[in-house]
């Protein structure tokens, strides 16, 4: 751990990937993603970075795969928009194996929509916007602090599995200052056999994208899914506040995680019993953190007309007491919004 | 006794996928004979598209990669700028790169990036059937333009060769043919001078090649190659469009 200073999200994101070895930056302006570009535009002399603005989405997320596939780390950041445009290459990153990193900053559309706060691409990245079978792992943090670990995390994890990992954020962590711990210099470690750099002394690597009949095909994507499965097993992520003794529990992540902390602290200190489960890992859902809390309601929160709520759906025993509430179009609730849909479910 | 004809080493015993005449066997024979005798096996990454080209990734000895349609220069700037004392090679069918991948191509010479660009030119979709290509002859008949390819609904052929001799960051553009083997010899002396470029520095290399598809015109490959001289150089005229020469490094 090292200093500690006042950051905005974007900003300390882009320090804290720098500090992560990512020396690759492809990207194309959009807000609220574009402090990320500009800070590695503005360190590429005095690091040694590579930046490049290119023309589309489309070519910025060809181009990660391309530095991806020579072992690099490298990343990209947009937004909703241009996470669109970048769908074809997730799938493509996906089959071929390439550990990119995508930050993705939520605003809420659909078309271009507008430039505010918005968990509406929960769909998009959790379940896959690309073509065809395939996962990423999505990792959504609630604060310019964990921002600054998980983006580090994602170079980790997009290396471990060879599969690319989406640093799910929003205008509001993107845009917010907070005092923050930068994270130390963290170097790549991993085995790199597999990547295209001229087959010097070994055989040659050729990376599959294409099939080649069903039976190979098949094969190939049997292999995928036991991948899946095993990120599923191993990389679930949450954090459960007060849940134990709780009669109703919030869902809640990213920039709705701290509001529907605001609203759980009203609630207690009026006695009602609420506690909060805060997914940070978005895929792999963390289905562990409902573990032994089968028979309680929930109320799911997000910036969306009810996305991640369907993943709670699927995982507590009893969908029945699942509720729901959210806002759209970039208004972000208050604490007390919150607490006034916890008192309408009452305590049973 | 003294060789004087080989297979190239760089190549796999995997037998292609193209149809008999087809000039994407001659270009991919020239490019495994320039690996070998510019020693680059060892050295380079080869780029390859979607379409008739696309397992031309396992007939080489070397390391590859598919791109997405029309992508191949975008995954290619990733790669060089990752690798700039590599051998980065992109090869691309007409409808991969002037369709699909106009915006990519253009931006990669925009750029000036320095790898070696082969275009494959059969004015025709060959991999997917035989349908129009935004290089496809007016009137030419194919399977989206039965009636011969209008100006009114699809518009004029692209000239690749000349629009990308038009761009400072592109440092060589020659348009070439395989339909004699005096032409098969200009071509790969075109292509050996686009790979020795990359290492100057000074942009995109550009190889465009008016290739036969016998399968996708109907027509034998004699008469294929027929078609090349009568109704694709007037056209596309062959020759050098810009000469490394003229262009300083970056
Ligand atoms: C995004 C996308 N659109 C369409 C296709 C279908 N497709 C495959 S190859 C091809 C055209 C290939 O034509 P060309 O680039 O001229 O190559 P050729 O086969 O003639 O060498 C098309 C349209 C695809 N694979 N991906
Ligand atoms: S369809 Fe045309 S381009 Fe494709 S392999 Fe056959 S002849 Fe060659
Ligand atoms: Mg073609």
């Keep these: ?348 | 006794m003294k060789t004087i004809y080989k297979r190239p080493e760089v190549f796999t015993d995997v037998n292609t996928s193209y149809c008999g005449g087809c000039g994407h066997g001659i270009v991919n024979k020239l490019i495994a004979e320039l690996i070998d005798e510019m020693e680059l096996r060892e050295k380079g990454i080869l780029v390859w598209p979607i379409g008739c080209s696309v397992y031309a990734d396992k007939y080489y000895k070397m390391d590859a990669i598919c791109a997405l349609h029309g992508r191949a220069p975008a995954l290619a700037t990733g790669i060089k700028r990752s690798l700039p004392d590599k051998f980065v090679m992109v090869y691309q069918g007409d409808g991969d790169m002037v369709s699909e991948g106009m915006a990519e191509i253009m931006h990669a010479a925009v750029r000036a990036e320095n790898f070696s660009v082969i275009f494959i030119n059969n004015a025709i979709y060959g991999m997917t059937g035989g349908q129009m290509a935004p290089t496809t002859l007016l009137g030419q008949v194919t399977s989206t333009s039965p009636y011969g390819r209008a100006v009114a609904s699809s518009g004029y052929p692209v000239n690749m060769a000349e629009i990308m001799a038009n761009m400072p960051g592109v440092c060589y553009s020659e348009r070439v043919t395989v339909n004699t083997p005096q032409r098969i010899t200009a071509t790969k002396k075109a292509l050996k001078k686009a790979f020795e470029l990359q290492f100057e520095n000074k942009g995109l290399s550009f190889v465009e090649v008016l290739s036969p598809c016998p399968t996708g015109w109907g027509k034998k490959p004699i008469d294929a190659m027929k078609m090349v001289d009568e109704q694709l150089i007037p056209i596309y005229p062959l020759g050098a469009f810009k000469s490394p020469e003229e262009v300083p490094a970056k």
């Design chain 1, 1 to 348: 751990m090292g200093e500690k200073v006042f950051l905005q999200g974007n900003v300390a994101l882009a320090e804290s990937a720098i500090r992560a070895g990512c020396k690759y930056f492809f990207g194309y302006p959009i807000t609220p993603s574009s402090e990320v570009p500009e800070y590695y535009a503005r360190k590429a002399q005095e690091e040694g970075l590579v930046f490049v603005q290119g023309e589309t989405e489309v070519a910025c997320f060809n181009m990660i795969a391309g530095t991806a596939a020579t072992g690099k780390r490298v990343m990209t950041a947009t937004a909703g928009p241009g996470f669109s445009l970048g769908q074809e290459a997730m799938s493509y990153m996906a089959a071929a194996g390439l550990p990119a990193v995508v930050v993705e900053v939520m605003r809420p559309g659909p078309a271009d929509g507008e430039i505010l706060a918005s968990q509406g691409d929960y769909f998009q990245a959790v379940k896959g916007g690309g073509h065809g079978d395939y996962n990423t792992l999505v990792l959504a943090p609630c604060s310019v602090q964990e921002m600054c670990e998980l983006i580090q995390d994602c170079f980790e994890l997009a290396e471990k599995y060879r599969n690319p990992v989406i640093l799910l954020s929003d205008a509001l962590l993107a845009k917010m200052r907070e005092n923050v711990e930068l994270p130390g210099r963290k170097e790549q470690n991993c085995d790199l056999s597999w990547a295209l750099t001229g087959c010097a002394g070994r055989k040659h690597n050729v990376m599959t994208t294409c099939g080649d009949g069903a039976a190979q095909w098949e094969k190939f994507n049997l292999d995928l899914q036991e991948k899946f499965a095993k990120i599923k097993a191993n990389e679930e992520r949450w954090e459960n506040y007060q849940t134990e003794d709780a009669d109703i529990i919030l869902v809640a992540y990213g920039s709705m995680a701290r509001v529907a902390m605001g609203a759980m602290k009203l609630a207690r200190e009026a006695g009602l019993k609420v506690g909060l489960v805060r997914p940070i890992s978005l895929w792999p859902f963390p289905v562990k953190a409902f573990e032994g809390l089968g028979d309680k309601t929930f109320l799911v929160t997000e910036l969306s007309a009810g996305q991640m709520v369907e993943d709670v759906k699927l995982t507590v025993p009893h969908k029945e007491n699942v509720y729901f509430y959210g806002r759209l179009g970039g208004f972000v609730p208050s604490p007390k919004e919150i607490f006034e849909q916890i008192k309408k479910l009452g305590v049973k």
